[in-house]
């Protein structure tokens, strides 16, 4: 199917702190999966995505650790800051040659709270 | 900035009404995608074109309509308005064309379209 699968749902953390955000798919032909970022009164930002080749991808603060035989992803933002409060998506797409890729499909999101 | 023009930001109008929601997409970009978020079902895909043609449907409603020009900016179009269609709308663009780049969707700021 094509349901994207996210937890929690909101999330407090302190300042310096680590969070975790977790998600899961069904549908094996997912292939690319992205994270993003979204403040109220944006759109969404692409924060970090992985292929499933990989296991985990880092870039800065932001960790993306990729389970492919249990079919979940989770976002890791270490020494969290009050500016990381934000919503946070976790998508999944289909990858194709020119012009088919395929829309994302969105997780529910987790309001991020970092407290000072 | 993604690069991603919306307009208008914001949209009253009342039910029964058409409106018509506008993209421009990053300058190269070849695809356009339309979601609707909403409190209720979260970030939903609506219509993907590539190129001028349609390429993907998702969750949209027979009430609404969209069209990519020439130029490869969109059209979303929303008639016999409901109470319901209140939501933010969003249009996203990539690439296309570039196997691996084009899965990275930017986002434009959004459409609110409030229906009293």
């Known amino acids: 199917q094509q349901q994207v699968k996210q937890s929690p749902q909101s999330l407090i953390v302190q300042k310096g702190g680590i969070s975790i955000i977790n998600c899961a798919y069904e549908?094996?032909?997912?292939?690319?999966f992205p994270w993003y970022q979204q403040f109220p009164g944006k759109g969404p930002a692409l924060l970090i995505a992985i292929r499933p080749d990989v296991s985990e991808k880092k870039e800065g603060r932001f960790t993306i650790s990729f389970n492919k035989s249990a079919k979940q992803f989770s976002l890791h933002i270490m020494d969290s800051q009050p500016g990381d409060s934000a919503t946070y998506f976790c998508a999944a797409s289909i990858s194709g040659p020119s012009g088919s890729a395929r829309q994302l499909t969105f997780g529910s999101g987790t309001q991020l709270t970092v407290l000072p | 900035d993604s690069g991603v023009t919306q307009t208008p930001k914001h949209l009253i109008t009342a039910t029964g009404q058409r409106v018509t929601l506008r993209c421009s997409p990053r300058?190269?970009?070849?695809?356009v995608y339309w979601y609707q978020q909403s409190l209720d079902q979260g970030l939903q895909f609506l219509i993907q074109y590539y190129n001028g043609e349609e390429r993907a449907k998702g969750n949209i409603l027979e009430r609404f309509s969209a069209q990519q020009f020439p130029d490869l900016h969109s059209e979303l179009n929303l008639s016999s308005l409901e109470l319901g269609d209140s939501a933010l709308y969003f249009c996203a663009s990539s690439v296309g064309g570039v196997w691996g780049n084009e899965n990275i969707q930017y986002f434009g700021a959004g459409t609110r379209l409030s229906v009293l």
């Open positions: 300058s190269g970009d070849l695809s």
């Open positions: 549908n094996t032909a997912f292939d690319y």
